[in-house]
Structure formats: C-alpha cells, structure tokens
C-alpha cells in the first residue's frame, strides 16, 4: 500500500496487488472491503502459483503465451561506432562488434523452429501474429541475408502473414533495400538521437565523422519516393541532452515518430565522463520535462510524440505496463521479466536466447539445431524466483519493470538490491506527479494508453 498526496492536497492510496487507486476518504470508508478483496487477490495469485515445473508444463505455457517474436542476429559488425554502443569496451559484459556473421542455414533452420512450435501453438492461441525482426550490429551489412529470410518465409510459411522489422543505424538505407522492404510488409526502427549536434555527440564513423547527415538525407529520400514503408525512431540520451532541442526535432512532421527513449545504460564505463555537477543540471531537466507535462499538456498534431510528450508517455506505460502489456504468469509472478520463450533471439551461431538484452550462459534457451530446451527455462526460473524471494511483499511488486538485465551476471543470477531501491523512490515519486495530472484532464491516460496500443497495432507489442 502506498499513500501519496497531489500538488492539490488530494490524498490517495494504491494497492500493490489490484493496482487500483483510491481516494484516501473511499478506502478508509471500505477499508474492511478492500483489505478482504486484496486479501482475496493474494491467495488466488498463490493458488495459481507454480512451484514445480514439468517440461511439458512449460511448453505448454510458451505455446500458449510465448512466442511473440523471432529475432535473428544477422550480423555482429557495424559500420558505425557509437561511444555508448553495449558492443564496445565501454561495456565489458556484453560481447564486442565482429566481423562474424549469421549464415543462411542457421537462420533457416530459426526459422523452421519458430514456425514450427507456431504450428504446434495455433490450438492455445489461434490469433497470434508472429513477427521477424532483423538485429546486429548493423543488419543491412547482411541485407542478401534478410532477403533471403523473408522471400523464404513468404513462400514457405505465407498461411501466418508474418510481420518483418529491422533495427537499423540508417546510414545504408539505399533506394533497393526500401524498394524491396516496402513489397514485403516490413517496419524499420532507426536510431536517432534528435538534431545534428545531439546525434553526432555519440553515433560517429570510426573516423570520428558524425552520422546524422547521411541519415537524414536517407530518410527524406524514404520520405520522398517510398511514403507507404512504415519507419519509426528510437532514442538515446544521457545526462548532457539537450531536451529542448531534442523535443523540438521529434515533433517535426520531416521525422519519424518516436516510439522509445532511452537513457544510456549505467552498467559500463560510460558515466565516468561526468561529474556530479552535470547529474545535477540532468535531475534539473528532468524537473523541466515533468513540469512541462504537468503545466501544458497537448496533443501533437501529427501524432508523433515528442521527447516531452514521450517522457510521460513511458512513465504512465511503464507504471502500468503489467497490465497493459505483457501477460502475467503463474512461472515469474514479480518483476517485469517476462517468461523465457515470450520471444526467440537467435545469434550467429544459431544459440537461443530469452531475448537480446542479456549474454552469457544463464541468457540461453535452446539452439536452432535442436529446438527450445526446457530443461535451461526451467532452470532460468528456478534462480530467478530465488533472486526473487524478496519481491512478495514490495509495495511496486506489480509496478517493477525490472528483468534478466539487471539480475544475471555472468553465471549468476543476483537481486540488484541498489537499482531495485532507486526504482522504489522513483515510483513513489512518481504517483504524485502523475495523479496530479489526471486532476487536470481526466482523459490524459487513456489518450496515453491508445497511442500505445496504436503503436503496438503497428510494430509488435514485444518492440514497444
């Protein structure tokens, strides 16, 4: 339970188990009701709860529930080299761009998998709409690959109507590929991190040259002569950003809409290039873009979100994105991870992993040889529950958007105390802000709320 005031001194109380928020005057007037229908909601949860886990349990559960997407790491070069890549040495658990790459008989043999246990599923969930994404490195580096891929599934699998998308750095969006890209019902995703002067602080060339350029002139020839490919942006920024000049060219109608924002990881050595003054001035922008929410809420004409007008978005979808994205389990009951199996991420070698977040041995589910190994999820969800274990009695237990990221390292799998506290403060800090809002434009969070669902429609849930 948590009690929180607004800025107009109205004073509300959330329950952690139904998600459901009370004026303070209502819940103490039906606390006997509401603590029984908590209650009740517990002991439900814990009924459902499965502590043991046969093989076939679980592959029931992926075949019912999983299964939402098939990455293929077509590459691990990348002709950019952006300081804050997780690929360089700034980030020294994660591997390091190479020169490898994934060949035509692996990715084959992925795709067969995936397409097979979609068969297997249909009885559990006749209306799943799969998705292939194509991730690097640079993935157009392998553009003879993807094509490959895709003229091999649309003949061979056309029944399922699959969606295709590519997270690209942009640079090599030539005339063909989008030709092609556009014939066969695909989505890019490019990474842009706002103006010229934003953007090339971070994605430069290995000769130091910055990228923004190059890409801007390939997407207004995308623009230009292929309007009907669908092609969205995500962000990065960090604690130099400039949020004015970065919202300002997000809500551009010459760019593509913002579907993420994301501060660059805190896990390397990134960081270590500031000093607490620019954390100050970064806590002081932050501040800027709440008020800004808070004081001139607006929607944008052309439906694109802006920075601002994103920054608030992800916090009302991450605040309630246990119940408005992804399904929860009997298997992983706290935290935002999902179930292994929830998407296939296939590396150049053809290793299964639960997505492409996370490395090492405790990341991998199976191989394209030999299919989904039921044995590793079971073991995945063993020493997460244990890491875990602490989780039942949290006051955000079902606000946490915390997954396998933050919890496996190397070979083992530990509760990251000190990020799991600062998520706390965060989220108790954001109920007022976010309620005081709603006092103003009561329809703000289902505004919100469609503009991720329509997003979802478009890209995939697994992508947002």
Known sequence: MINFETKSGNEYVYCSESGVIYPKKVY??????????????????????????TSEELRTNVLRYGLQELLLEVTQNCNLQCRY??????????????????????????????????????????????TIGFYGGEPLLNFELIKKCIKYVKIKYKEFNPHFTITTNGTLLSSKIASFLVQNNCSLIVSLDGPKEEHDRNRIFPNGKGSHDIIMKRLNNLKKFYPDLPVFSIAVY???????????FFARKDVPSLIKANLVDAKGTYYEQFNKEDFETFKEKI?????????????????????YSHYFSGQVVESYGRYIGKYRNNYIPYTGACMPGFK????????????????????????????????????????????????????????CTMCYVFFIKGDKMEHPHHICENMKKEMLSLFPYLWTIAEKDNKVFSHISDNFFNLESKIGRELL
Not at 103 to 112: G, P, S, T, V, Y
Not at 238 to 247: E, M
Request: net charge negative; charged share 30%.
């Open 28 to 53: 103490n007037r039906r606390f006997n009701a509401i603590k029984e229908f908590e209650k009740n909601l517990i002991n439900e949860r814990k009924k459902n709860y499965t502590e043991k886990n």
């Open 238 to 248: 960090d604690w130099k950003t400039d949020f004015d000049k970065v919202n300002e």
């Open 85 to 130: 890549c997780i690929y360089s040495e700034v980030y020294p658990m994660y591997r390091n761009n190479t020169l490898r790459a994934m060949n035509e008989d692996i990715a084959i043999k992925a795709i067969d998998l995936y397409f097979s246990l979609l068969r297997e599923g249909i009885s559990y969930n006749p209306y799943r709409e799969p």
């Open 287 to 307: 501040k800027k873009m709440e008020y800004y929410n808070a004081e001139v809420l607006s929607t944008n004409e052309k439906n694109n979100l802006s920075l």
């Open 344 to 399: 296939m991420f296939v590396d150049c070698d053809g290793i299964i992993h639960v997505c492409e977040k996370v490395a090492g041995e405790l990341s991998i589910i199976g191989e394209v040889k030999n299919g989904l190994d039921y044995s590793k999820i079971e073991k995945i969800i063993k020493r997460f529950r244990a890491a875990t274990f602490f989780c039942e009695s949290c006051d955000i237990e079902n606000l």
